[in-house]
């Protein structure tokens, strides 16, 4: 089974902190997500790697940044934390091709920022 | 650009009871529509994908249609248990790009026992 690890379930960080969520996952898999998931407005794209050291952004990129060094991690980087980055924020990868693979998504990470 | 919809965004059913949810999208260009269970506070767990060219998907009580001209999908399920309780979503991938995938924001299902 693929697995998808994100290794913070629960963080509380202050205003202004530089927070690090990290995500492995065991597949080999080309394609890594970070969406973000808010009441009433589901899941936003915030970043997409499609390969090593490769990314686009998302819906939402602003005030995230994002690293992937090895194919099997993917960094998400919130460079100084803000109240409104309170949110569960989720993980995801894909095998590349053919295009009709599945997502598959970590547990999460719930981050509260005071 | 593409938007998801699904509705209702909350349905209660008694256990046993056999029920549809409904998933509609704007552009019917996609490659593939795939739908998830959330449990509350969790990730989420892949239940079915449909491909572009496919009409239907079964895995043991829930079976999922695409009718990509009319960009509609729904997801069945039968004699439904107090354990399918959970947010259910649909996510469309569309062609082009980077292949975007865009997520409605899901039906939560209650079964009452």
């Known amino acids: 089974d693929v697995k998808v690890t994100q290794s913070s379930r629960y963080l509380v960080k202050r205003t202004g902190e530089k927070v690090f969520l990290e995500c492995v996952q065991d597949m080999d898999h080309e394609n890594m997500f970070w969406y973000r998931q808010d009441p009433g407005l589901g899941l936003r794209l915030i970043y997409f790697?499609?390969?090593?050291?490769?990314?686009e952004k998302g819906d939402i990129p602003e005030g995230y940044s994002v690293s992937r060094e090895k194919k099997e991690r993917f960094s998400l980087i919130l460079e100084s934390a803000s109240t409104n980055q309170t949110s569960m924020y989720l993980c995801?990868?894909?095998?590349?091709?053919?295009?009709?693979?599945?997502?598959?998504f970590g547990e999460g990470s719930w981050l509260t920022v005071v | 650009k593409q938007e998801v919809t699904q509705i209702p965004a909350a349905l209660s059913v008694p256990e046993g009871e056999n029920l549809v949810l409904n998933c509609s999208f704007t552009?019917?260009?996609?490659?593939?529509l795939q739908w998830f269970r959330q449990d509350p506070g969790k990730g989420l767990t892949s239940l079915l994908l449909?491909?572009?060219?496919?009409r239907e998907q079964t895995s043991g009580r829930l079976n999922a249609s695409l009718d990509k001209s009319s960009g509609r999908s729904t997801l069945y399920i039968a004699a439904s248990q107090p354990g399918d309780s959970a947010t259910y979503l649909c996510a469309v991938r569309n062609s082009g790009g980077y292949q975007k995938v865009t997520f409605g924001t899901g039906t939560k299902l209650q079964v009452i026992p």
């Open positions: 552009d019917s260009a996609i490659y593939n």
């Open positions: 995801a990868s894909r095998r590349g091709d053919p295009p009709g693979n599945t997502i598959y």
């Open positions: 449909i491909q572009s060219s496919q």
């Open positions: 790697s499609y390969d090593v050291k490769m990314k």
